[in-house]
Structure formats: C-alpha cells, structure tokens
DNA sequence: GCATGATCATGC
DNA sequence: GCATGATCATGC
C-alpha cells in the first residue's frame, strides 16, 4: 500500500471504502480549499473527485481511471421528484470513435469495455449554477455488469458496430438497444465525423447506460444500508434465461414466443394458454404479456429487463383496411417535470419516445364497415404481427418540436387544451386528456394551484404508418 | 367520419 | 386509491 494515500490504488474494495467518506458532504465540507480545485464543465467533478479526494492524478488516457484497480470512477447526477432522488440522465461512458470502433469487433474488445466493466458509481444531487465544490455526494456504488447483463450488452454493441460496419453509423439511435446506448453528444450545430464505410458524417455519439438501466441500480442502492452497494442482487421476474441469451438475442426469443398464436383471436389465445376471460378494454395487451413471459409476469414492463431497458409493449388493433381507429395514449404529463427540464434529450418525453417499443398488432379479418362492434365482431380480431421498433431520427426532431411547444405553454401557464397541438394539426403528436373526468383538474401546476390532466398521444394517423412501415419491411 | 372528451378493468 | 393501457361514444 502507498502510505502517502489513504488507499489502496490496486484495490477496488478500498478505492470503494474510500467513498464512503463523501456520502452526504460536498467536496468543500471535506476540503476547506476545495474551490482552489474548482473546474468547469461536466467531467470536472469527476476529475477534481480523483484530485482532491483520491490524490490521483486525471488521466485521458483510454484505459480506466484506476489503471491497476480496474476501476473507472464516474460521477453522475441525481434530481429530486416526488418519489425523492431520481436519475437525471443516462450515464455517458466514452466517446465512439466511428473508425476505430470499427477494428473492434466484440465487447470484449472495445474501449468501453475496458474502461468500464468495473466501475465507481458516485452519485451527486445536482444544482443548478452551483460550484461543483459545493454538489453533495448522495450514493456509492462499486459496479460490476450481472453476467446476464454483460450477455445483452454483448448483443448491444453488436448492433451498434454493426452499423458503423455497414457504413449506417448516420442512422444509430439510442432506441436501437436495449442497456448500452449510442446515445447523442454535443450540441446542435457541432460538425459531424467521418464513419468508415459512408461518405455521409454522422452525429457525434458516446456508448452510454440508458436512465432506465441506471434507475434499475438507483433503486437497488435506496434499499441498500448506508447509501452504499457493492453486490448488485437481480431480484425482479425475468423474462429470458442466461441460457437462452447464449443462443438468441433476447428480441428473437421474446418474437418466437408468439409464433404459436398468429391467426388466433383473443378467445383461443387465452384459452391455449389457460388464461381466464377479461373484458378489460387492454384485454389485447394482458394477452400478449401473458405470451411474451411464458404466463409468468402480469405486467412485464415490470420484468427485469424492460425495467433496465426501457422497452415498451404497445397493442395495437388494425382494421381489415389497414386503417387505425385509436390514437396511442403514453404517460399524462409531469407539468412540474416539463417546467423544471430544461434540455430536451434530459425529459421523460425524450426517454419515452426514443425507447424501443415492441408492437404487437391485432388485425381485423373481415371488413367492418360499422363503427360499433358487436361480441362477435370482436373475436374476428387476430394476433397478425409483432416487432421491435424505434423511432426515427427526423419523427424525434418533430417530437422535439413538441415537446419544446409543450414547454412553452407550462412556462406561459398555458395549461389549457386550445394551447396545445391537437390531432387535426396533423404532427404525428398530440395532447389530449386522459383518465377519468374527476381527476382532470387534480394536477399541480407548477405555478401553484392545479392543473388538467393531460397526456402525450400519438395520433392514430401515425401509428399507421409505423406498421405500414413494418409491412413494407417484411415483403 | 373523425376529433374530442370520456371511460373502465386491472393490478399494485 | 390511483396509474396504466387502451377503447368507447358523442356531437360536430
């Protein structure tokens, strides 16, 4: 040991106990000239956690920031909401350098990897135009990717290079993967880079764990004694094996789930699988989650992996037309979340609408030409497709558009219906209320009182396109 | 015919 | 009691 350090650089368990010193103080509670330290921009706490608290000298060199320890040390944000700290953003990891990324074929072989398999996870309550001496350290944890993760992240960077492989490194999106994330890098307006195999630039990108992947360890660490984790224990339902995931990716088990079912209806499906009848309106969606988990989660959003992920199951009924009668309804509005979110790719908007979404699509067998559907009616719906979609990169500068119009109008206190885009505005997006007519005006509106409800919508109009899209994929 | 406002079973 | 997922129903 360096008796110089109160740690030990070649260990990670110490290099861990170490942080412990920082939970629930500021750089400056610690270090009285914590601000001599004081750097901007976003790396800067970092840096000055490693120069002040661990007398480490930063590095740019590729390899983590504790070379001999194997141990990248990140810190990263927390913002308070109702249900107390929440993560506010993803976790950016390092640059993709399109070109060498290129000679890198596996994980195994990647400069993420090698960066940052083995990670100390500092998380700090984030405040705006504060000194970064002043931000207080909330939570630590050592972290180290479960094997199952490790396998989808494997799949993960398999898309990903795939792409740049393939000279698409213009099309990567952070909906296209499940953990790991090519997440967006620098502003607006920054100069594209060169890919390898395309002439076309491509947008600057960092692999990146998606918030949901890093609320799932958030979570674990608000159970854990003394704000503190160094064994991550999975303990939600799961939906695919360890097993399993050595052969297939995980898309491709979850889609030859429903290979037995396609031409059926609602009836024979829950009959097949021994489910009791529902006459719940989302009867098509409890059915398709019963298929997707085997019959063993009620609700898999609630499974581990689209926790960590973010995928969201939507079921969609088409017409025998091809024609769409509902538009899609998402999560109501967070007005204090909108007003309180100043960048776009930071919202739960964003989070939601760059998601991969999985879409499972009953179709009409005959043609209806009524708009009221009799019993009968209703089981000549049958399961007709099921695919894994994100949306793409134009469709999300439009959804940004929306939500900034959005913003707007919670800024202004605009919280009224004729504000907002409506349905006949023809933008892929709407606001339209959702829920029962007593709980419309129950919401806080962040400039006091209360506010309606309303909630994000697709209109009905662009779901069709999104499976006409799909169709014209398969042919 | 469709935009708009309203509704409901489910599961925690 | 409430969020969720999705569809219903009315009136223009």
């Given at each position: 040991m360096n008796d110089l350090l109160p740690y030990d650089p070649k260990n990670a368990m110490s290099i861990y106990e170490h942080a412990s010193l920082l939970i629930d103080k500021s750089l400056h509670m610690l270090y009285p000239d914590a601000q001599l330290h004081e750097r901007k921009g976003k790396g800067g706490l970092g840096q000055m956690v490693e120069e002040i608290h661990y007398h480490y000298t930063p590095n740019s060199i590729s390899g983590p920031d504790f070379a001999d320890a194997g141990i990248e040390l990140k810190c990263t944000p927390l913002k308070k909401d109702k249900q107390g700290y929440a993560i506010k953003e993803r976790l950016v990891c390092n640059m993709i350098d399109y070109v060498e990324t290129d000679?890198?074929?596996?994980l195994a072989e990647s400069h993420f990897w090698k960066k940052c398999k083995h990670m100390l996870l500092v998380f700090y309550l984030h405040q705006a135009h504060s000194l970064l001496c002043d931000l207080v350290f909330i939570y630590r944890v050592l972290w180290a990717f479960p094997e199952k993760d490790r396998l989808i992240i494997e799949q993960d960077y398999a898309i990903i290079y795939n792409k740049i492989h393939n000279g698409l490194a213009h099309t990567l999106s952070e909906g296209d993967t499940m953990y790991l994330g090519a997440c967006r890098k620098g502003q607006k307006g920054d100069s594209l880079r060169e890919q390898p195999h395309s002439s076309i630039g491509a947008k600057r990108r960092a692999f990146s764990l998606k918030p949901a992947y890093m609320r799932t360890i958030l979570e674990q660490v608000k159970k854990s004694p003394n704000r503190s984790l160094c064994a991550y224990v999975q303990d939600k339902s799961e939906l695919v094996s360890i097993d399993e995931l050595k052969r297939k990716s995980f898309e491709d088990i979850i889609l030859e789930r429903f290979n037995p079912y396609f031409g059926k209806n609602y009836l024979e499906i829950a009959k097949d699988l021994g489910q009791k009848i529902s006459n719940a309106k989302h009867k098509y969606s409890l059915i398709a989650n019963r298929i997707a988990s085997q019959c063993n989660i009620n609700d898999i959003n609630d499974s581990e992996e689209f926790q960590k992920s973010g995928i969201r199951l939507k079921t969609i009924r088409v017409e025998h037309s091809g024609s769409i009668k509902e538009s899609m309804a998402f999560k109501n509005i967070d007005y204090e979340e909108v007003f309180n979110c100043d960048r776009w790719t930071d919202s739960e908007l964003f989070e939601i609408f760059t998601s991969r979404f999985m879409f499972v699509v009953f179709k009409h067998k005959h043609k209806s030409a009524t708009i009221k559907i009799s019993d009968k009616e209703e089981n000549e719906y049958v399961l007709d497709k099921v695919f894994f979609w994100t949306m793409p990169q134009n469709d999300i500068d439009l959804a940004e558009q929306y939500w900034q119009h959005i913003r707007n109008n919670v800024v202004d206190n605009h919280i009224e219906l004729k504000y907002f885009w409506n349905i006949?505005?023809?933008?892929n997006f709407h606001v339209r209320p959702k829920g029962t007519k007593q709980s419309y005006h129950t919401d806080v509106n962040p400039h006091g009182g209360s506010a309606d409800r309303y909630c994000y919508w697709f209109n009905a109009q662009y779901v069709q396109s999104i499976i006409n899209s799909q169709d014209t994929l398969n042919d």
């Open positions: 000679n890198q074929k596996t006949s505005d023809n933008k």
